[in-house]
T-cell receptor, first 114, second 114 residues
Framework: KAGVTQTPRYLIKTRGQQVTLSCSPI?????VSWYQQTPGQGLQFLFEYFSETQRNKGNFPGRFSGRQFSNSRSEMNVSTLELGDSALYLC?????????????FGEGSWLTVV | GQSLEQPSEVTAVEGAIVQINCTYQTSGFYGLSWYQQHDGGAPTFLSYNGLDGLEETGRFSSFLSRSDSYGYLLLQELQMKDSASYFCAVRDLLNAGNNRKLIWGLGTSLAVNP
């Protein structure tokens, strides 16, 4: 069974640009969540989608958005990039929303903003 | 507020036993999970405690005391490959709509020396 797939793995953007990251969850998983990870800050929750609906949202500005498609694939978008957005963006999938206790992470997308 | 506290760094030698503690303060509680993350890799699920007591999975064990809002991960017979970051996470009640969200600790960096 294929794991969680994230693309692209690495990318470099300049300030002010926008970026879209993609995530394909494990087959059969309908819940997808996104995290930002920076050194010393741990895993910061961005949002969670279930059946194309955003169920939970973290404390990030509106520049961060996401969506989920009918096949459970998800994308997140960051507009007007800032240097501080440089981070590892992790996608995770699980079979249940909220009550699911095991989530499976992808390898992440390393974003560098210059 | 919601918070999880765990030590930032732990150092041990091969063959030793190490315990990583996690104390939490959340409005609800629906289980404590542990994840391992090697440098440059994705977090992977290690263990889950929904009820008080000890859960054992090979060299790793996890313990939970809900009355003390406390848990720990115990790693025995340490190996060099155990050098990684370890995160505790608590499933908390997000809002009255019964949505639940994972709250994460900042991670403990474990260094295993020969």
């Amino acid at each position: 069974k294929a794991g969680v797939t994230q693309t692209p793995r690495y990318l470099i953007k300049t300030r002010g640009q926008q970026v879209t990251l993609s995530c394909s969850p494990i087959s059969g998983h309908r819940s997808v969540s996104w995290y930002q990870q920076t050194p010393g800050q741990g895993l910061q929750f961005l949002f969670e989608y279930f059946s194309e609906t955003q169920r939970n949202k973290g404390n990030f500005p509106g520049r961060f958005s996401g969506r989920q498609f009918s096949n459970s694939r998800s994308e997140m978008n960051v507009s007007t990039l800032e240097l501080g957005d440089s981070a590892l963006y992790l996608c995770a999938s699980s079979s249940l929303t909220g009550s699911g206790n095991t989530i499976y992470f992808g390898e992440g997308s390393w974003l560098t903003v210059v | 507020g919601q918070s999880l506290e765990q030590p930032s760094e732990v150092t041990a030698v091969e063959g030793a036993i190490v315990q990583i503690n996690c104390t939490y303060q959340t409005s609800g509680f629906y289980g404590l999970s542990w994840y391992q993350q090697h440098d440059g890799g994705a977090p992977t699920f290690l263990s889950y405690n929904g009820l008080d007591g000890l859960e054992e999975t090979g060299r790793f064990s996890s313990f939970l005391s809900r009355s003390d809002s406390y848990g720990y991960l115990l790693l025995q017979e340490l190996q060099m490959k155990d050098s990684a970051s370890y995160f505790c996470a608590v499933r908390d009640l997000l809002n009255a709509g019964n949505n639940r969200k994972l709250i994460w600790g900042l991670g403990t960096s474990l260094a295993v020396n020969p």
